[in-house]
């Protein structure tokens, strides 16, 4: 038996995960990924108003918000069957897509950039030399001698305090860090401009969904937002768009590949087997034929036969899971019983996730996925930027099944739902000029009714079931992207995909476990946590905090 390392909890993630795996001969042999938060926010549900449910499912995440709400309208508009106008398509589409584009800047430079930057390593750079890497590498707006000495000044300020700030209690100085105290430089400068931009992107939800986090705009029928579609309002989203859009391809996408090219190795690190997509983005009201990102699963890596992806093939286990015991169910049957014990990770239950599974597969959902599949199905756009960056970075298409390859997939879907967006807006712009503004399909509550709500996220593959009974929510259960990729093993012993991707990870030091990090932040888990690891040798515990 190796080494056992537990991971809990981990930070830079939203919520509470436990990590625990084992390592033989320097690398991971075992893994079990452990939620340690329980909500119920199912049970909560049952006897409500259907049309309430949105509201309180966004509630499920403060990140994750419209796209909890998007999902459980679509799950009511499903089973009442409305098909709402082509603004509610378009305005719906604006709002997934400003999440992508936040979701993942935010993901790349502050929750997954630590994992291979070495901050304190950026006060040795010469800011002329990082000036001058800037300009060969990306077109960033941000450059020149002064700009980076006054950011490695600020670095310095907080190293000299001894308050780090958002860099505290890292594995600074790690041997896993490759990259050379210029490109160190450079990065954390873009952390920072990164932080400034955010805060801009979250505007675009509350430019035509009224807030953010939490838009109210959504209804079942359509949106609200038909006051909205002024000019004014048309427009400022553009501008803040194409800002979004410009910090992506010339600063986002440059320092993906210079950081990548410094961990091509990790191009055969983390990878999973099979792969699961709900697609989204519709076209037109015509749903799967019509999304832009396209609906689909890959059986054992294999792109040449992508299959169709029915939610008919979805069971949620529970057998290693805190609930109580039954037998795998559709969501429209499931049933959230919790029934709390010991975390038994060898033998018995270990989680508050279940386990979900395609058609008894454990499956990856996410930026990977998506960018998997629409490049099995020929997606133009996702094509060519995939064949683009694999060129750039002098890497075989096989590399992308791996920890590098589900980082790159964030940044090139990124880049490619951005650049789409533009064609949403310019079609709600000629709508309007042409005196279409309907933006909501108005409708009636059956007595009893079923439905279902799919839409990919940017964490992954998210679906609401809802039954409606005497018009009151009778059923309710939704399985999330890190429920996918987080979840334990199932009533078969099959792994869940952080599991899985664990396996074989080489670590360095099991004292600073900055290898398993690197793929468990590469999934962008909404769960959240700080470190224990333990020697079963000693048994001395290890007590290691990290950003």
């Known amino acids: 038996m190796g080494k056992r390392i537990i991971i809990d909890p981990i930070t830079r993630i939203e919520g509470h995960l436990r990590i625990e795996v084992e390592i033989t001969d320097g690398k991971v042999s075992n893994a079990w990924s452990s939620g340690q938060l329980f909500r119920g926010i199912e049970i909560i549900l049952q006897g409500r108003d259907p049309r309430d449910a949105q509201h309180f499912v966004q509630r499920s995440c403060g990140v994750c918000t419209y796209v909890h709400a998007l999902s459980s309208v679509r799950a009511v508009e499903n089973a009442v069957g409305v098909e709402i106008p082509d603004n509610a398509r378009l305005i719906r589409n604006l709002l997934h897509g400003a999440q992508y584009q936040h979701d993942h800047i935010v993901h790349f430079y502050h929750l997954h950039a630590l994992d291979w930057v070495d901050i304190v390593s950026a006060l040795k750079a010469d800011p002329a030399a990082t000036s001058k890497l800037t300009d060969n590498v990306s077109n960033s707006p941000w450059g020149g001698i002064n700009y980076y000495k006054n950011v490695q000044a600020r670095l310095s300020t907080f190293v000299e305090s001894g308050q780090l700030g958002p860099f505290q209690n890292a594995y600074w100085g790690h041997s896993a860090y490759k990259l050379p105290p210029e490109a160190n430089l450079m990065a954390a400068a873009h952390y920072l401009e990164a932080l400034r931009l955010q805060a801009k992107t979250a505007r675009m939800h509350a430019i035509f969904g009224g ?25 400022e989203f553009l501008f803040t768009w194409k800002e979004t859009q410009e910090f992506v391809k010339n600063v986002y996408i440059p320092d993906l590949l210079a950081v990548a090219s410094f961990y091509k190795d990790w191009g055969g690190i983390g990878g999973t087997t099979n792969f699961l997509t709900w697609g989204d983005f519709p076209e037109t009201g015509k749903e799967p034929e019509s999304l832009y990102m396209p609906r689909g699963f890959i059986k054992d890596r294999n792109l040449k036969k992508i299959l169709d992806a029915e939610q008919e093939k979805v069971t949620e286990h529970v057998a290693r899971g805190w609930y109580e015991k039954g037998d795998p169910k559709h969501p429209y049957e499931g049933e959230t019983k919790p029934a709390h014990g010991d975390y038994k990770p060898d033998d018995g239950k270990y ?34 930027t995939v064949d683009s960056v694999a060129k750039q970075l002098d890497i075989p298409l096989p590399a992308l099944f791996s920890t590098l390859g589900r980082t790159a997939a964030r940044g090139i879907e990124t880049l490619v739902i951005g650049q789409r967006m533009e064609n949403w807006i310019n079609e709600l712009i000629g709508n309007v000029k042409n005196g279409d503004k ?33 018009k009151k929510i009778g059923n309710y259960q939704y399985v999330v992207p890190s429920t996918w990729n987080l979840g ?50 000693s048994n001395e515990v290890y007590k290691i905090r990290v950003t």
């Open 438 to 470: 309907k933006v909501y399909q108005k409708w009636e509550m059956p007595d009893e009714a079923m439905g279902y709500g799919l839409n990919d996220v940017p964490r992954g593959a998210l679906g609401h079931w809802i039954k409606i009974k005497d």
């Open 211 to 235: 807030k953010n986090p939490h838009p109210q705009s959504l209804v079942v029928g359509g949106v609200t937002s038909i006051r909205d579609l002024s000019p004014e309002r048309l427009a």
């Open 488 to 537: 334990p093993r199932c009533e078969n012993g099959k792994l869940g995909p952080v599991e899985e991707a664990l396996i074989g990870t080489p670590i360095a030091d099991p004292k600073q476990p900055l290898e398993v990090l690197r793929t468990v932040h590469s999934f962008d888990p909404c769960i959240a946590c700080a470190i224990h690891v333990i020697d079963p040798n």
């Open 351 to 384: 989680s508050w996730i279940k386990a979900p599974r395609y058609n008894g597969a454990s499956s990856e959902v996410g930026p990977l996925a998506r960018v998997l599949v629409a490049y099995g199905k020929g997606q133009p756009e996702i094509k060519a």
